[in-house]
């Protein structure tokens, strides 16, 4: 019923940008929060940043400064702008969101995953 499409992940330099966007699709009726978390090999996964549905804003402390996460709620897109990427920003990211399914209530749905790889 609903989708998460993600995409924009890929290899960069350390220093380098890339940006994520993350697509949702379906019977939504509305989104509240959506997020990005990131999972690195061996590790567990954990948040990188959400948005709120009104734009309040919260990023985990390791990419303050150097990532930005925006939403666009007539498409339904939350984005991740990661700049000045470090070797140990590599990991598969994830779009999470919040959503209100018609006829249903709310649920959290999770994309694909894509992956960033950021050499040094």
């Known amino acids: 019923q609903v989708q998460l499409v993600e995409s924009g992940g890929g290899l960069v330099q350390a220093g380098g940008s890339l940006r994520l966007s993350c697509a949702a699709s379906?019977?939504?009726?509305?989104?509240?929060?959506m997020g990005w978390y990131r999972q690195a090999p061996g590790k567990q996964r954990e948040l990188v940043a959400s948005i709120m549905s009104y734009g309040s804003t919260n990023y985990a402390d390791y990419v303050k400064g150097r990532f930005t996460i925006s939403r666009d709620n007539a498409k339904n897109t939350v984005y991740l702008q990661m700049n000045s990427l470090k070797p140990e920003d590599t990991a598969v990211y994830y779009c999470?969101?919040?959503?209100?399914?018609?006829?249903?209530?709310?649920?959290?749905?999770w994309g694909q995953g894509t992956q960033v790889t950021v050499s040094s």
């Open positions: 379906g019977s939504i009726a509305s989104i509240n929060a």
């Open positions: 999470n969101a919040y959503i209100r399914v018609y006829g249903l209530g709310y649920y959290a749905y």
